[in-house]
């Protein structure tokens, strides 16, 4: 008889976006004349830039013709991205990464969900507190997690590392040792970044301890202070204990496409194992690669054009940033992120609860956020507000909070 994968089972509810929408469309039917702004969006929406669709375009009319036809893509990614990538990401930052240590998929969260696999059920992870939901949900479902406690809404297996006011939400390096260990920055949610001197120690660190260090770089692209690291790789000794996710999707708007990588260097072991031949293996089965159009699409990211005119989204966000962190900062909240990341990071006032601020947004400015709880229980009395929306409804939804 089939039996289920009872980890799964565990996983409780994600309440979250559910329950927000839920909030926001019963407030619009009670209160019809409200015009209500989102400052929660966690999905870009500037399109997609020229240069990419032109080179998107053209892909499409090489598999037209018989002598450019592609079938499937190569295990690892085509040659003519991981090249560009190694060149523009890795090389001219200073780093040691090769074209055939990238591995070209179909976006970071489904490798960040992934690489848990090529690790012992055994091994413990630690997590930022608050952070990206992915990391912690995946190794529940491989049954890596322990037991759930439904009041203090942790897994008993789990590692939490609080990213806390006193500590300017980067963690402090864990009292249990981890084997693995998600870092994430710049952070979602919080926007905060840390320096290359900080990640150095996260670094020397698993290196003493043999722990894997898995670095989510999503966000690498809005990175706008120097000394702030754009890849783990820029540390002395990652290569001995690190495996970074980058994509597409915030920096050229790709969520909807769909493309990012993974870099496992080839002398990265965990214990006595070689790490690269085991992702490798898993991407010749399971593979979640990108297709060529799509590929050829990451390739005009860094051409001349693209560069240009993703620097200018980026902007844009950033500016929208900008007008949110200053216009609550003035207004007496204590803001945080919203520098090196599309986030801003606010405290609730008052020592209200994330949801009840919530509520008290939507209700007195029409403005709709994210409640921090929903990311870990170190955000219980923050908020999260994004950049990604247009530059007039920001603007707007930020004098509302203001007459507040
Ligand atoms: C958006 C995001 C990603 C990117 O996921 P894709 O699958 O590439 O769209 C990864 N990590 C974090 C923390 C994110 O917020």
Redesign the pocket.
């Known amino acids: 008889m089939a039996k289920a994968n009872e980890n799964y089972l565990k996983l409780p509810g994600s309440y979250l976006f559910s329950t927000i929408g839920k909030k926001v469309k019963e407030y619009q039917e009670a209160n019809p004349d409200a015009k209500i702004i989102r400052l929660g969006i ?2 870009v929406t500037q399109p997609i830039a020229p240069a990419i669709i032109s080179a998107m375009h053209s892909a499409v009319d090489e598999m037209a013709v018989k002598e450019t036809f592609k079938g499937y893509a190569p295990d690892l990614g085509y040659e003519f991205l991981r090249n560009v990538i190694a060149e523009e990401d890795y090389k001219s930052r200073g780093c040691d990464i090769s074209a055939d240590e990238i591995f070209v ?8 969900a992934n690489i848990q696999e090529i690790f012992s059920t055994d091994n413990k992870i630690a997590v930022c507190d608050p ?2 939901p ?1 990391y912690v949900d995946s190794n529940v479902m491989a049954g890596r997690t322990g037991t759930y406690d439904k009041n203090t809404e942790t897994w008993s297996d789990v590692i939490y590392m609080p990213c806390t006011e006193e500590n300017g939400f980067a963690p402090q390096l864990p009292s249990v040792t981890p084997d693995l260990i998600y870092l ?1 920055f710049p ?2 949610p919080t926007g905060s970044a840390i320096k290359k001197s900080e990640l150095q120690k996260w670094v020397d660190y698993a290196n003493k301890v043999g722990a894997i260090i898995l670095y ?1 770089a ?2 690498e692209a809005y990175i706008s202070e120097d000394d702030v690291p754009h890849s783990i790789f820029e540390c002395d000794g990652a290569r001995g204990c690190a495996i970074e ?6 920096n050229a708007g ?2 909807g496409v ?3 990588f993974t870099v496992i260097p080839k002398d990265l072991k965990a214990g006595d194992t070689p790490l690269h031949p085991l992702w490798a293996r898993r991407h010749g089965t399971k593979y979640n690669g990108a297709p060529y159009i799509v590929q050829k699409a990451g390739e005009a990211v860094y051409s001349r054009q693209g560069k240009k005119q993703l620097k200018e989204q980026v902007a844009y966000y950033m500016n929208n940033a900008k007008v949110i962190y200053e216009g609550l900062k003035d207004a007496g909240y204590s803001v945080s992120g919203g520098v090196n990341a599309p986030y801003i990071w606010l405290k609730a006032p008052n020592n209200m609860t994330s949801w009840d601020f919530f509520d008290f947004l939507l209700d007195k400015a029409h403005v709709v956020g994210t409640p921090g709880s929903g990311f870990g229980p170190s955000g219980e009395h923050f908020f999260r507000l994004t950049a990604f929306g247009t530059y007039e409804n920001t603007l707007e939804a930020i004098e509302r909070i203001r007459k507040l």
């Open positions: 966690g999905d998929s179909d976006g970071a969260k489904s490798d960040c952070v990206y992915v994430c952070n979602n989510d999503a966000y996710f980058r994509s597409f999707s915030k790709f969520t769909r493309l990012g």
